[in-house]
C-alpha cells in the first residue's frame, strides 16, 4: 500500500517548490544586472535602510557574518556599497550604497517588485492578504530565529 502523506507535508513540500520556482524567475532577471539574489538582498536593504550596521543587515538577510562580509565585498569591488567604521562604536562597520548602486537599485527594485506583483496576480487582493497572514502566522508558531 502507497504511504500517503499528510496535508502538513504534502503543502510544505509544495511551498518549496513555488518559492524555489519564483526564485528562479527572478534570478534570471537579475542576471541581466550580474546579480545575484542575495546581492539583490543587500541593495533592495540597503535602498530601505540606509546606513545600517554590517550586522543588521546581515540578520535582514538571514546570512552569517562570514556570508555577509563576501557579499560586501563582491558589492564594494563593484562600486555598489560602501563600508565605513561606526562613529558611535569603532567596532561596528556602517553599511551604505554608493551612487552608482543607488541609481542600480533605484533601477533593479521596482523592476524586481512589478515581477513579483505579476506573479501573485493569480489570487484576487483578499488572497494575498489571507495568504500573507497564513504565512505571518507560521513564521510566529516557528519562533525566533
Not at 511551498?15 to 524555489?20: A, E, G, K
Not at 545575484?36 to 538577510?61: C, E, K, M, W
Not at 546570512?63 to 563582491?74: A, Q
Request: hydrophobic letters at 40%.
Amino acid at each position: 500500500m502507497k504511504h500517503q502523506l499528510n496535508l502538513g507535508v504534502r503543502t510544505w513540500l509544495h511551498l518549496n517548490r513555488v518559492r524555489f520556482k519564483v526564485e528562479k524567475h527572478l534570478a534570471k532577471h537579475l542576471d541581466c544586472y550580474d546579480l545575484t539574489p542575495a546581492q539583490f538582498g543587500v541593495l533592495a536593504h540597503l535602498q530601505a535602510y540606509p546606513d545600517i550596521s554590517q550586522q543588521r543587515l546581515a540578520n535582514l538577510l538571514f546570512v552569517t557574518k562570514g556570508n555577509i562580509v563576501g557579499l560586501l565585498n563582491r558589492l564594494e569591488q563593484r562600486d555598489l556599497v560602501q563600508r565605513r567604521p561606526d562613529p558611535e562604536d569603532g567596532r561596528t562597520h556602517v553599511v551604505s550604497l554608493t551612487e552608482r548602486g543607488r541609481a542600480l537599485a533605484a533601477q533593479v527594485v521596482p523592476e524586481q517588485e512589478k515581477l513579483v506583483v505579476k506573479y501573485m496576480a493569480f489570487a484576487t487582493l483578499e488572497n494575498q492578504r489571507e495568504l500573507h497572514q497564513l504565512l505571518l502566522t507560521l513564521d510566529r508558531n516557528l519562533g525566533s530565529d
